[in-house]
């Protein structure tokens, strides 16, 4: 009896397991991201601002080694940054690029280490790269915010623990203050609920006034008495100690007058949540799923949002202990949004910067804050989540543009005239070049080896193998063994190919042929076998963490590939052969 009770709870515990296993899955999917670097910044930087200005990536003020305010700019033309000197220091000032082109740069601390405030404020013009002072804000702030309305003029708001109050840039010359507000707030957020208004909340920072937090938040209004926001006493949005760029996360549509906004939010038990805001209606985003604070044991402390209205995409950008960058992206069109989470290798010289997203839907860090603010990042980095797109492209329409794009369509049609004519006169090699260039394309894709069907197209089978592909194939089958390169989830067939000093088609043709399968599939075995191994030798890994050491890109390629090889899921595999 003992025993049948024994069989009865292990069996309970093992379903208990992998249930948890299969939710887990379902939280949010995980990817390993792409990461580029762009040349280092001429200076080491942080509390700048970093923006796209006549389609040249710029960074603005901030402070450098030493903590030691800087009276400049940088924007990267022609492969390289280009340095330009401002008025004024505008450490942990704003940055605004107007509808005009020009961009207002205003406030900021006035000493080193982050102390006092400025009323200074110039223009930065991208088209000639220079500075002009030419007036001064109605009061002395840093760590604030500000935001363009319809008329042209900036909505200005927030400042570093001392007086703060609304007031209003008139698009010229002019600050006039407006109002008072109803609670001190430092980088708020100012966001436009329609065309001549805004509201003002959060960033309190109510940590640092004996640890108490209100009871609730007013919203304050440019035009309008302040409010109260019931969702706001549950869900806090995040607060920054570098000034907000509020039109980063619109989702909305001006010409509509749709003035819609995506916000993170958090509870009071540290969950993490999206709030969509619509005029002054605040919601929460249902999602599919919780937002991850911990993965594989590195904790996620999530700072800077950003949004792809293109894509219908918002970005939550995080960073941990360890030194890698996390993104957490929420398909906000979606109802529940999916979620899904993209992580780096350990990165040593990142930390946390604003991020700004380039035109191809990448995001770009910029210097950044080191081990402290003594010591400022210099970095570049390009988290490549369209990994196909170039690390940066100008965003800038010009006429020469479409002339080459009409030179390479041209050269396009020439080319596959040739090759058509080409496969015409030998169809066998032509057919076998197909197959390769399909089955890279594959396994550059998050699908390439998720399931062991092959959809590409395939060379026949030769009826009688050749001892030359014989003898390959145990070559390759070496290689793999010996130097595991299947724990590369980035693996491809060239690089396998040059590993063997052979060509990529004959070495494609030779899997084909003597394995019955693409280039994919066949890593994809080893590296199953590879996860079996670990399930066996590892029984307290979670069979949803395993993929990551077994040389998958993800989780479901991971789960999807197990079960087409071994018939069923690796919970149920692992049960049986404990």
């Known amino acids: 009896m003992k025993l049948f009770l024994t069989c009865v709870l292990f069996a309970m515990m093992l379903s208990v397991e992998t249930t948890a ?4 899955t379902l939280r949010y999917e995980a990817t390993r991201i792409e990461t580029g670097r762009l040349p280092d910044l001429n200076l080491p930087r942080y509390g700048h601002c970093t923006f796209f200005a006549n389609g040249e990536l710029t960074v603005i003020g901030g402070h450098t080694t030493g903590f030691v305010p800087t009276a400049t700019a940088e924007y990267f033309s ?7 000197p401002t008025v004024y220091v505008h450490d942990h000032g704003i940055a605004v690029p107007m509808k005009s082109g020009n961009v207002l740069v205003c406030g900021g601390c006035s000493e080193p280490l982050g102390i006092g405030r400025t009323y200074s404020a110039e223009w930065y013009d991208p088209a000639t790269h220079s500075c002009e002072g030419f007036s001064c804000m109605d009061m002395k702030r840093s760590n604030f915010s500000a935001t363009e309305i319809d008329s042209g003029c900036v909505v200005i708001a927030g400042n570093w623990f001392s007086d703060d109050g609304i007031e209003c840039f008139d698009g010229q010359k002019t600050f006039i203050s407006v109002k008072e507000v109803a609670a001190k707030r430092s980088c708020p957020y100012i966001l436009r609920t329609d065309s001549d208004n805004v509201m003002i909340f959060s960033s309190l ?3 640092h006034i004996n640890g108490i937090r209100p009871d609730s938040i007013l919203v304050d ?3 309008g008495e302040p409010f109260h926001a019931p969702l ?4 806090r949005p995040l607060a920054y100690d570098i000034p907000q760029m509020s039109e980063l996360c619109f989702i909305g549509d001006e010409a509509s007058g749709d003035y819609a906004y995506l916000l993170p939010v958090e509870n009071s038990e540290g969950q993490i949540g999206f709030v969509k805001t619509r005029g002054t209606d605040f919601s929460l985003l249902p999602t599919m799923g919780t937002v991850p604070m911990v993965f594989h ?10 949004v792809d209205r293109q894509r219908g995409r918002g970005y939550l950008v995080g960073f941990s202990p360890s030194k890698r960058v996390y993104v957490l992206s929420v398909d906000y069109m979606e109802h529940p949004a999916p979620l899904t989470l993209y992580f780096t290798d350990t990165l040593p010289d990142t930390g946390p910067s604003w991020p700004v997203l380039n035109a191809e839907g990448n995001l770009i860090l910029a210097g950044g804050l080191g081990d402290s603010n003594y010591h400022p990042l210099q970095s570049v980095l390009v988290l490549r989540i369209h990994p196909d797109a170039p690390l940066l492209a100008s965003h800038a329409s010009f006429p020469w543009l479409w002339v080459a794009i009409g030179v390479a369509l041209l050269a396009a049609c020439l080319v596959y005239l040739n090759i058509y004519r ?3 006169a030998t169809p066998r090699e032509n057919d076998l070049t197909d197959e390769t260039q399909d089955t890279d394309e594959a396994q550059e894709t998050d699908e390439a080896i998720e399931t062991i069907e092959t959809n590409e197209a395939t060379d026949p089978v030769s009826p009688t193998p050749s001892v030359e592909e014989d003898k390959l194939l145990q070559r390759v089958c070496q290689l793999m063994e010996e130097q595991h390169l299947y724990l590369n989830s980035g693996l491809k067939l060239p690089d396998v190919a040059s590993a063997l000093g052979c060509n990529r088609n004959v070495l494609s043709a030779c899997i084909n042929n003597l394995r019955h399968c693409s280039f994919s599939q066949f890593v994809n075995t080893y590296r199953v076998e590879h996860a079996k191994q670990l399930l066996l030798s590892q029984p307290d890994t979670r069979a949803s963490e395993v993929w990551m050491e077994s040389g998958f890109a993800n989780e479901t390629t991971f789960f999807r590939a197990f079960k087409a090889l071994v018939g069923m899921t690796p919970s149920e595999w692992k049960s049986q052969n404990q």
């Open 21 to 24: 296993q299969q939710a887990d």
């Open 78 to 84: 022609d492969g390289t940054w280009h340095t330009v």
């Open 205 to 207: 920072d109510t940590k």
């Open 221 to 223: 209004q440019l035009r």
């Open 232 to 235: 706001l006493d549950e869900w």
């Open 297 to 306: 044991g590195d904790s996620i402390l999530y700072h800077f949002p950003v």
């Open 422 to 424: 080409a496969r015409k």
